[in-house]
């Protein structure tokens, strides 16, 4: 099955205002954010990347445009609302030391499945709802592409949390233990019986993700002992 590549939009003038933006609309890049996206050509070079599908918001939009700049061919991002960021309800737009006051930020630090924001969505929707897109997402491309086809999702935080936590077999309670930094990328292999975490919030050069289509010595089942590493 094809390799996801999740790209964490770029830092935010909300991220560096220290706001919960959620769906807010109109926020974008800001300069360090802008240099993070222009340099996420560049770390994806010589990967063979077949498709690009985005949250509809305007940060992870803004992150993908230099890579659809520098790789026409790509053509412009398929967008999906499932890959948007949570919809955090009565949250949203408020500071985040201010909300680290709230009752609720307990549950959401140390029982995310019980965590439903007001007004919002739970974790548990969140979680739901992306998994189920990106194992779609995934379905599509491995009949359109081949079994080992590459692809990215420029999408948001918390999200790719909840998708790592799911490919790792981690319960959703756990997803505040994982990390991912603006413009990081976190890359699954998935597989008939088991998906694979290649990388996590990886910030520097991607190159060694290139599909080895006969890297595994047994199908889909692990190496025993760990991987060998690239190929001269």
């Known amino acids: 099955m094809p390799t996801l590549l999740l790209v964490r939009h770029g830092r935010s003038t909300a991220n560096s205002a220290g706001i919960l933006a959620g769906w807010t609309p ?28 985005s949250s509809p918001l305007e940060r992870c939009r803004q992150t993908l445009e230099p ?15 499932r890959l948007g960021e949570c919809h955090y309800g009565d949250w949203t737009g408020r500071p985040l030391s ?12 140390d029982h995310a499945s019980g965590a439903a924001f007001p007004g919002g969505e739970s974790l548990r929707t969140l979680s739901h709802r992306t998994v189920d897109a990106v194992r779609e997402w995934n379905g599509k491309i491995s009949v359109e592409y081949g079994p080992d086809a590459l692809w990215a999702v420029a999408t948001h935080g918390d999200v790719i949390k909840a998708i790592v936590a799911d490919a790792l077999g981690l319960h959703l309670d756990h997803f505040q233990r994982i990390s991912v930094e ?7 292999r998935y597989t008939p019986n088991r998906p694979y ?9 991607l190159a060694s993700l290139a599909p080895r289509p006969h890297g595994r010595s047994a199908g889909d089942d692990a190496v025993v002992g760990g991987e060998t590493g690239t190929t001269a």
């Not at 975490?197 to 050069?205: E, F, M, N």
């Open 182 to 188: 603006p413009c990081s990328v976190t890359a699954i």
């Open 197 to 205: 975490l290649l990388r996590l919030g990886d910030t520097g050069a």
């Open 67 to 81: 890579l659809v700049a520098a790789r026409p061919e790509l053509g412009p991002p398929d967008l999906d609302e």
């Open 26 to 53: 109109g926020v974008g890049l800001d300069d360090t954010g802008r240099a993070q996206a222009a340099a996420l050509p560049g770390r994806l070079d010589g990967l063979p990347l077949v498709r690009l599908v």
């Open 98 to 109: 201010e909300l680290a006051e709230e009752p609720l930020w307990r549950t959401v630090q």
